[in-house]
């Protein structure tokens, strides 16, 4: 009976100590190999994002890794001042000064002696917007005719049109009118605008370019409604719905709402604000985040209400996080409601 228990206690400490050897093993946030790997992960999402703005890292909030070398990720990030076909990367790149959340990730790095692969990265930004719309999700909303947004778009439906069009020159954006944005499967742009030749040939040019001016000699006008689905998160076509007729866009009487006390000049950021401070690198412990208006300091650690780690879990932020405006500063007669359409949502 007690060699029995015996066996059966030995089996057992045998399994415990099998499943801790295969088991992954907690690492610091802060160490520099989960730097690299962090640093891949992100190259590779940002890779596969042709639309919007590139992802640039906020904070690592778990790290672990396994026998094998394969690191497993938490972290968020935050979207970047860089478009997403800006060739520059976004270790370059400064944060959008908006007042929204880090975006949650998790990812799988395998690294060796010779090389690092990500074998899987996922960034949530698709629950990350929706989250941020207004009361009505899933309602269309006004966004501004020269929002960064638009610009993909605005550049599709343009191709379109000069693809399938009969005309014998190239069109390009002349002026745009009412759009709106709306969370669907992915976003949901409504927008309309009118075109202007072109002295570029078809013949001679595929594609519009900076040599493409306005045919002074040969004023003609296309004007179009288009709707454009995108998600560029899942790598899928951008799907454009365009109807275009001759001449210019129509006069729009602006019947859409504006939020109370909307100017056009509450979106002029204040002279001096364009600059960028020093940036710590990603190792460097220095950067702390910024206040965001309430006199707390913004932290992946509140907003995902983790427990204090010895493994230094989140990391301090990758770069200080400045809130230009949030719209706070306002005068009292011109501070929208609770829950209205903001300024902030303006900005791309």
Known sequence: MGRALGLSLLALLSLHTTFAVHADMLIFCDDSTVDTAVTSAINKFNKEVFTGHKLALYQVTHA?????????????????DCLATDPKPWTDCNYLPINKKPIKCNATVHI??????????HCH??????????????????????????????????????????????????????????VVAGFRFKFTFDMRRTNCAK???????????????????????STVDLAPWRQETPNVNIDCESGPMPPVVLTRRRPPGWSPLRNMLPQGTASSPQ???PTTPGGAAASTGTGKEESSEELLDLPPSPFHCP??????????????????????????????DLVG
């Not at 306005?214 to 006008?221: K, M, T, Y």
């Not at 501070?335 to 300024?343: I, L, N, T």
Request: proline residues 6%; contains cysteine.
């Open 315 to 344: 990391s301090k932020p990758w770069k200080p996080f400045d809130l230009v405006h949030d719209g706070s500063a306002a005068p009292a007669t011109d501070a929208p409601v609770e829950g209205a359409f903001s300024d902030l």
């Open 279 to 281: 940036m710590p690198s």
């Open 112 to 121: 060796n002696e010779t090389d690092t692969d990500t074998e899987h990265v």
């Open 64 to 80: 672990s890794k396994a026998e094998n070398g394969s690191y497993g990720l938490q972290f968020t990030t935050r979207r970047s």
């Open 125 to 182: 930004i698709e629950e990350s917007s929706a989250s941020e719309k207004a009361a009505c999700l899933g309602c269309p909303e006004d966004i501004d005719e020269n929002s960064e947004d638009l610009k993909a778009p605005l550049s599709l439906s343009i191709s379109k049109y000069n693809t399938q069009s009969d005309h014998t020159h190239l069109f390009s954006l002349n002026e745009v009118g009412p759009a709106t944005r709306q």
């Open 203 to 225: 013949v001679d040019h595929k594609e519009l370019h900076d040599l493409c001016e306005p045919d002074q000699d040969n004023v003609e006008l296309a004007n179009c409604n």
